[in-house]
């Protein structure tokens, strides 16, 4: 699943159902499986920025627009306001 969010990630937010599709399954199977592991979608999607955002952060190459991009914010102020928290 943390796959498919990476992959999907560069430039746009990856919805449920996008990443649904891309395992072969339905909005409410995922569901049921994040909810057995007692996740959300988007404490997932949230887990997966923030690791890929630390790493990111690492490479002395990368501004935080290249990495806004690369976790899929709009615009870098909304990866800065959203890595704070």
């Known amino acids: 699943m943390k796959r498919e969010i990476v992959d999907l990630l560069r430039g746009a937010e990856p919805t449920l159902a996008t990443v649904a599709d ?3 399954m339905g909005v409410r199977t995922l569901q049921l499986h994040l909810k057995e592991g007692q ?6 999607l ?3 920025r923030r690791e890929l955002a630390e790493r990111h ?3 002395p190459h990368l501004s935080t627009t290249d990495i ?12 800065v306001r959203s890595f704070k928290r």
């Open 39 to 44: 996740l959300s979608y988007q404490q997932l």
């Open 46 to 48: 949230d887990d997966v």
């Open 68 to 79: 806004s991009f690369l976790l899929g914010y709009s615009e870098p102020s909304v990866f």
């Open 57 to 59: 952060l690492r490479e």
């Open 22 to 24: 891309r395992l072969a």
